[in-house]
């Protein structure tokens, strides 16, 4: 299965591990054949460790297991992509990504494009449970469901005027208040972006 692969001299082959759900990059390390054989065969990432010398399962200590979805092959042969669903953050460091720097070194602290829904998604939750005062998102909890369901109704009708006036910057304007009072619904009844995202790719032909 891997006999094309472009393994280096060490038989070892560039190992970029990514989320499958929110596309974030988690980690970089190395395979051998044997490594992407295991991983395959039990379904969750598997690396060589260069230090040690040997098969690393990640998550084996920790419990911040990889459960591969996917496994691609770059056009030149020469490296792997893990797709995975993290059971834990993937940093020895505890942060969610290895890749939490910027090429001066100073954190990264504004979430990138691609992860915007879900980073919202976290800061909502995380104002359901503590209720900041000052919050506007904390407000719409304490006024309960009803209030928050309200909300969509009423940013869902502001964006339909939006798109009929057909003004760019009004529909860009209404659709992400729209998008934001939905993820606090969503959090509100507890459904999670994964499932709506699964839901979404059973509906792909």
């Known amino acids: 299965m891997f006999e094309n692969l472009k393994f280096d001299e060490n038989g070892l082959i560039p190992v ?16 051998n054949k044997e490594a992407l054989e295991e991983t395959l065969k ?6 060589y460790s ?11 200590t ?12 770059d056009c ?12 834990g953050p993937a940093c020895h460091t505890g942060r969610e990504s290895c890749f939490f720097r910027d090429i001066d070194f100073k954190e990264d602290e504004k979430p990138d494009g691609f992860e915007v829904f ?17 919050s506007y998102v904390s407000s719409l909890f304490k006024k309960g469901s009803d209030k928050i369901i309200q909300k969509v109704g ?9 798109l009929k006036n057909g003004k760019k910057e009004e529909i860009i304007y209404e659709v992400s208040d729209l998008i934001f009072h939905l ?23």
Not at 42 to 47: F, Q
Not at 76 to 87: A, F
Not at 154 to 162: C, D, L, N
């Open 62 to 73: 920790s419990g911040n297991l990889q459960k591969v979805i996917k496994i691609k092959i």
């Open 118 to 134: 879900f980073k919202l998604y976290e800061k909502i939750k995380d104002r359901k449970n503590n209720l900041p005062e000052n």
């Open 76 to 87: 030149d042969e020469d490296s792997v992509l893990y797709l995975v669903e993290e059971e």
């Open 154 to 162: 009423e940013e869902a009708v502001e964006t339909v005027i939006a």
């Open 42 to 47: 039990s379904g969750y990432a598997t690396y």
């Open 183 to 205: 993820l606090i619904a969503l959090v509100d009844k507890e459904v999670s972006l994964k499932e709506i995202e699964e839901e979404l790719l059973r509906r792909y032909k």
């Open 16 to 31: 970029i591990t990514q989320s499958y759900y929110t596309g974030k990059i988690l980690m970089q390390a190395y395979a």
């Open 50 to 60: 260069r230090s040690r010398k040997s098969l690393w399962k990640k998550g084996e």
